[in-house]
């Protein structure tokens, strides 16, 4: 095998990052990771190791320190790419601290950009998320819906991160393909990486999870009066796995020079509506466990229901999510079974 093409990968340490080096390593390319370890820890790069037989190389620094994103740019000049993971991403703490979440978000993200023009590393890949769509009118939906006002100053960054990787892309010589990421649940198969969420969970799965350990007393269901069947909220649910895959996808994608346009997105999701009244039931017939949960009130900022259509990730990407939402909760159980054991 030839020498492998070095990838930058910041926030490479966190939950979809170190799947996505997991999936890079695989499909023959070197990560170089950059995490400032504010929501993660080092042992993680161990877990990258066990399963790939590989340790990247490792930078614990900030990304709005500029000075250090120049040096891993004249440190590596065989960049061949950057897969930007690193940003905030609690919805709610960006209400809160809204001015934390843009500089966060959009500060490395400029300053990256710039040291790619200057450096000559022409191909990019943006995570964003179906929160772009808000409810959207028409279900599933496409990437040609409209961009609906963001619910929250997170929401806000993904959407002026696309609009400034748009804009830069008209005026120089850098194409991207920016990622709606849908749900993203589960962990790696081996249980050697997984979520490792910061306090009490905001997100469903990992909430389940830790009420089933006998670490949370029960599960709030957030609304059972939603205009769907079961009147619980719907999203669409993929394997992390799948969504790793297709960064090493659009990667390959840009590099053999397949885009069709400088600037494109792409949904990242499974096509298939989920509530969440159906994971509860899902995740106890998985795992056998009985999970107990209370039906409580809306919470705020929530939308009804969405799911994708990804076509458009199928025909022009080539990607198409193969693991179910069974075999994500499997392996979310098992990494939690596995990270409780270890503390
Ligand atoms: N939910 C509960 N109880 C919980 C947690 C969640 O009932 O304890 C419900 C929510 O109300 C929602 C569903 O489970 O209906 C999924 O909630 P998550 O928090 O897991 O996911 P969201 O769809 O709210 O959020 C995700 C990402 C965000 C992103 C957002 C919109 O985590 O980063 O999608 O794109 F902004």
Known sequence: MGKRKEILLTGGLGYIGSHTAVELLENGFMPVIVDDL?????????????????????????????????????????????????????????VEKPLLYYENNLCPLIYLLKQALSYGVKNFIFSSSCTVYGQPDKLPVDESAPVKKAESPYGNTKQIGEE???????AEDIQVISLRYFNPIGAHPSAEIGELPRGVPQNLVPFITQTAIGLREKLYIFGDDYPTPDGTAIRDYLHVVDLARAHVTALQRLLNKQNKKKFEVFNIGTGKGTSVMEMVKAFEEVTGKKLPYEIVGRRPGDVTAVWADTRLAEKELGWKAEKTIQDALRDAWRWEKKIRKSR
């Open 164 to 170: 400034i990787l748009e804009d830069t892309t008209r």
């Open 38 to 94: 504010s929501n993660t820890t080092e042992n993680v790069l161990d877990g990258i190791e066990k399963i790939t037989g590989i340790k990247p190389v490792f930078y614990p620094f900030d990304l709005k320190n500029k000075k250090k994103v120049k040096e891993i740019f004249s440190k590596h000049p065989q960049l061949k790419g950057i897969i930007h993971f690193a940003a905030s991403k609690y919805v709610g703490e960006s």
